[in-house]
Each structure stands twice: as structure tokens, then as C-alpha cells.
């Protein structure tokens, strides 16, 4: 009988965290989010410390890090963001720091930041 050893539990853990990380960085060069990566899910994950998967010092850098990331995309970047201060619409669509509209779904919010550049300024 074969027995898992810490080593490959941390290792697998890591991997968690490295793909959540990679998630998150393919969503700031504007990918379409999914119901398996999406911005709301990895706040989530990442404001939970990881959920303990790694150290909770560590994950906060991680976060903090990544958010850093995120706002520097965001400069000219698009991003929606889910805000739960409201019950209706409570998708954020935004353009740099600019928001275009609230929609009651995450793909509705990422649909108008499509139309977005086909419209006539």
C-alpha cells in the first residue's frame, strides 16, 4: 500500500495555488471568464488565504501582488467585477477605472465590453 507523503501533498497544494495564479493573470489579459475561472471565484479563494493551502503570510503577498497586477491592466484594460452591495445587476462592467454598466450577469457585463469596440465614438 502506497501512502502520501507531506512532500506531495504540499507539492500538490502549490500546484493549486500556481493555477489559480495563472487563472487570474489569464483573466487580466482580458480572457473570457467561465463559470470555472472567474474573477469573483479567485477573490474568493485568494481572501480566504488560500483556503489553507499554503502559508497565510505567503498568500496574502500572493494577493496582494496579483491585485497589484490587475490594476495595472486595468489602466486601459477591461474587467468585470461582481459587487454584492447590490441585488440587482450586480455585475460590473469597466473600461480602465471607468464604469460602462451594471448587468444582472457576468457574460451580459462582458458582452457590452465586446460591443464596446465596434461602437462608433
Known amino acids: 500500500m502506497d501512502y502520501?507523503?507531506?512532500?506531495?501533498l504540499n507539492r500538490i497544494a502549490a500546484d493549486v495555488v500556481t493555477e489559480a495564479a495563472k487563472d487570474w493573470r489569464r483573466?487580466?489579459?482580458s480572457a473570457m471568464p467561465s463559470t470555472d475561472c472567474n474573477f469573483a471565484e479567485l477573490d474568493e479563494?485568494?481572501?480566504?488565504?488560500?483556503?489553507?493551502?499554503?502559508?497565510q503570510d505567503l498568500a496574502k503577498k500572493i494577493y496582494t501582488r496579483l491585485k497589484q497586477e490587475r490594476n495595472a491592466a486595468g489602466q486601459g484594460g477591461r474587467s468585470v467585477e461582481r459587487n454584492g452591495k447590490y441585488k440587482h445587476n450586480p455585475y460590473v462592467a469597466k473600461k480602465g477605472k471607468v464604469i460602462v454598466g451594471r448587468y444582472a450577469t457576468e457574460e451580459k457585463a462582458w458582452e457590452s465590453l465586446e460591443s464596446l469596440h465596434t461602437r462608433a465614438i
Open 45 to 55: 479563494f485568494f481572501q480566504s488565504g488560500c483556503r489553507g493551502y499554503i502559508d
Open 27 to 29: 483573466l487580466c489579459k
Open 4 to 8: 502520501i507523503t507531506l512532500d506531495v
